[in-house]
């Protein structure tokens, strides 16, 4: 980017008024999500999860990010209007993120239409609508479009990285100047730009989500083959992958992976950061696939074979009863 990043904060950075924004106010509801203690995300996503969602549908489909929904054994909405009406959760994706629920009663509310986000540049203007507290727009700047790599075996292609954060990002709206939806809102973090770490707003652009829209629907899930998954929670520290937590009964646990354990190779192919060990353990094939592992467990060199599982049949991606 040729701007220098202060040229992105000089754009209208201000709460839109309400009758400027109206559909989209109209648009948003806030979730809210009981987890029963049993849930493995129970854990370290809690037990009571708050924050956005966006009607996308006269069906009543609300779309939102997975983590607010996941293994969730009950969820409110509640529209702009203050009413509360039960919704279920009809499809989660674990690749992308995204949650979808569907309202149990008639809405009140504007749908937004969803776009393809894959036009969507740097230092395009857009609004973020959210419902977590009170329903606002706030202008946000696009800071750049990249890839994510999540420690908890996620990685997705072609984030929307914006600017200025937003405190309210947890499933919120990104919406273009027309009034579409082009993403969803995921994280706060500090994105390195330009030599200094920006407080940003990661989103989950729509690009991918509209491939696996009616799988979420019909099904619940996306049609593709599962991921091979390990359960594993690794960040990267001095060029190397460390192991900071391992999931109770997953694949990385039974076969002897432990917390500070140095991810060395994935077979013959050396792992340096997290995008490049979940590239080479998916490279491998479909959940189920073996998954040869170079391990430093201490001061000892340790090459184990895990069968890797399939992550939707260990989290329940569908709700409790």
Sequence with gaps: MKQSFLFLFLFLITVIPFHANADLLNSAVRIKAQIPEKARTSKFLGKEREGSGIVIDDEGHVLTIGYLVLEAGSVEITDVDGRVIAAAVEG????SGFGLLKALSPLQARPLRLRDSSD????????VVSSQDDTVVQQVVVLERGTFAGYW?????????TVPAVNAFAGAGLVNEKGELVGIGSLFLKRNFQ????????????EALLPILDDLKRSGRSSSPPR??????????????LVQRVSSGSPAMLSGIGEGDLILKVGNTPVKNLEGFFRSVWSLGNAGVKVPLTLLQGNELKQLDLISADRNLVYRTVQYD
């Design 228 to 241: 091979p998954w390990l359960g594993v929670t690794v960040v990267e520290q001095y060029g190397r992958v």
């Design 153 to 161: 075996e996620y990685l997705l292609e072609n984030a929307i990285f």
């Design 120 to 127: 969507i540049q740097s230092e395009e203007r857009l609004r």
């Design 195 to 206: 030599s200094t770490m920006v407080p940003s707003n990661m989103f989950v652009p729509t």
């Design 92 to 95: 989660y994706d674990g690749d």
